[in-house]
């Protein structure tokens, strides 16, 4: 395993640990199914390039700010640039991710009466790719695939609705940036939680 691999496990394992450290902040604790949510990201893009994204996520708050959990992700790939041999591809993995939010309400913190907190996170990612198409040096016929190991650092806002929902903006930097990797820094991501 590479060092920048080994950053970003230990940077998402200090943020679960650190959860158990900030525990005192919750008086009452939660049950449990007031604690999970859910959510993910889902995009398309049709035309030259079809891009079709599926990324559901489970998270539990282990603290009022800082949430973990697991995620999957999928997505169907298909080329057809003009003067390039048109090909079409399926990228799946998982990944797990620690967001902590440092401030949960805007409004509190500059008194601009705007509904939306800040967070930052840190992801751990690894995705299944065809080496015939993202591996470097693979040759055009090669079969098979390999796993691209990945660690996203950043941080967004958050924008309530409701009582347990909301939407949130994300901008992502890859820290393992690879001319394998399928997108490029900054990744931009937009999702929901409920």
């Given amino acids: 395993m590479r060092g920048i691999e080994r950053l970003g496990i230990i940077i998402v394992l200090l943020l679960v ?22 959510g993910g990201n889902f995009g398309l893009q049709f035309g030259t390039v079809t891009n079709i994204e ?6 539990i708050y282990l603290t009022p700010r800082l949430a973990v959990g697991p995620g999957i992700r999928y997505e169907y790939f298909k080329s ?13 993995g ?9 401030i949960k309400d805007l409004s509190e913190a500059i008194g601009l009466g ?20 993202f591996e470097i040096g693979a040759p055009p016929d090669a079969d098979g695939r390999f796993n691209l190991h990945s660690v996203l650092i950043g941080g967004g ?8 929902g909301g939407f949130l903006i994300m901008i992502l930097w ?11 820094n900054p990744i931009f991501r937009i999702g929901f939680n409920f």
Avoid: C
């Fill in 94 to 102: 998982g990944t797990v991710f620690a967001r902590y939010m440092a």
């Fill in 157 to 164: 806002i958050f924008q309530p609705i409701g009582r347990r």
């Fill in 80 to 92: 057809n640039y003009p003067g390039y041999v048109p090909y079409e591809t399926h990228i799946y």
């Fill in 17 to 38: 640990l650190s959860g158990s450290q900030l525990k005192a902040q919750w008086e009452e604790k939660p049950p449990l199914r007031d604690r999970i949510f859910f």
């Fill in 54 to 59: 599926i990324s559901p996520l489970a998270g």
């Fill in 114 to 133: 705007l509904n939306f907190g800040l967070f930052g996170h840190a992801e751990y990612e690894i995705l299944s790719l065809e080496s015939k198409y």
């Fill in 174 to 184: 890859n820290l393992n940036e690879t001319a394998s990797s399928p997108y490029s």
